[in-house]
């Protein structure tokens, strides 16, 4: 890891800007969460596209990190999710970082794919809406050809790093989440991003845990924090799990796997000593990510949380009521709620069998998100070990289903604090140790492999 600053007696914050979530975490130099503000982000339509709302983002931040000023706090990390870019201009944003489930119009979009490298240069597949940071800046240029002029462009997490310290960087975990724009294989560039110039536009390549300046002085007279504090490059939210994930033995440097489950749920399958997959199904939203040391991850995606919300279904609740009974009746999900992404895309999800009684439906959810994430697993060839973290590892009956499809595989659920937010503190203190002990997970008492086999039936009746 690259880390550069140890934290001399003082704390750390973590800003972690999700798709859903924002969260500022205080954390200890023993890696003990001491403080944590949420706030649920708004979503904007408007004209000509729709943007994340970084202004009131902005403000609740610069709130939330007044809350921790009567600590000794020594260093800021950001982590935010991917497929964002932000461009200044003299000191001051050029436009709004679009929001990636805008969807672009189809014939811009399509000319778009027209420059597009190949998968096996980039690891990014063609992708909806703006899914591709490289399909953001096409747009953006589509409405003003000049609007990129003199611009310097970010990933998402590198803008909150410079808009605390004054310094623009980029860093490859971001640059390397589908965005067309880097070559994990070459460590470079990718030859679009060249050709077009956006290459040249994109601030300093730098390490994600790097020192790259200090609170600027406004800021750390609004927030109450010193001056001295140090702000770091930061990374990308899937890229911290992995390094949260890395920090128990029994992840550590073996083959292991990580779901980070959110609004997305991304598989990341750490190599080890292994050898990467020999090809990755580009039309069934497997990807290649780039950990913070540059090297190739390959990962596999579905927008699970988002699915979950559409479903209605509270599959976070302890215990397995309702599982008997939805085995017995063969109620189920097809994918998909979000049909133009994950390991089945293009399909429209249909309900069978759906039950009235609510733990039958949560059931019926979290049989369906373990199939879901079962499929993702195996398309990057994910086996021996599988690390799951984030918002839905506390569902047991979504872990336990997941072990007992994998049953040649060893499970861990960790929720708490062994987060992304760990993780980013981990570039700062690379020799932490998560503060909770895996403990593998249990299977269910009853066979999953006649409901999986209908499962197929019906996504084969309704393909």
Known sequence: MNGSSQLAQGSAIVIDIGKTLSKVSLWSRQGACL???????????????APLDVAATSDWLITALASFADHPVEAIIPVTHGAAVAGIRDGALTFLPP?????????????????RDSFAETGSPALPC??????????????????LDGVTLMPYAQYW??????????????LGCHSDLWSPQAGTFSAMAQQRGWADRIAPLTPAGAVIGTLLPELAAR??????????????????????????AQIADHDATVLSTGTWFVAMRSMGQSSMPASLPEDRDCLINVDVDGRPVPSARFMGG?????????????????????????????????PDCGPFPGLFSRKINWPD???????????????MADSALDLIGAQDRLLIEGRFAGSEMFVRALATLRPDTQVFAVGGEADVSFGALR???????????????????????????????AIEAFA
């Open 357 to 371: 009684d609510p733990d039958e439906q949560a059931a019926a959810v979290a049989l369906y998100t373990a199939l």
């Open 427 to 457: 570039l700062i203190l690379p020799e932490l140790s998560p503060p909770e002990v895996l403990g593998r997970v249990r299977p269910l008492d009853r066979d999953l492999c006649a409901y999986r086999d209908a499962w197929f039936d």
């Open 35 to 49: 403080g944590r503000e949420t706030r649920l982000n708004e979503r904007h339509d408007a004209a000509p596209y």
């Open 306 to 338: 988002r699915e979950i919300e559409m479903l209605g279904a509270r599959i976070d609740r302890a215990g397995t009521d309702g599982l008997a009974d939805v085995l017995y009746s063969g109620a189920m999900v097809t994918p998909a709620q979000v």
């Open 99 to 115: 929001d990636y489930e805008w969807e672009i119009p189809a014939s811009i979009l399509a000319e778009y794919r027209k420059h």
């Open 223 to 248: 927030t109450g924090l010193s001056p001295q504090v140090r702000v770091h490059a930061g990374l990308h939210d899937s890229n911290a799990a992995l390094l949260a994930a890395r920090g128990f």
């Open 130 to 147: 703006g899914l591709n940071i490289g399909s953001q800046l096409h747009y953006l240029e589509t409405l003003d050809p000049a609007l």
């Open 161 to 174: 790093a410079w808009l605390l310290s004054g310094v623009a960087t980029s860093e490859v975990t971001s």
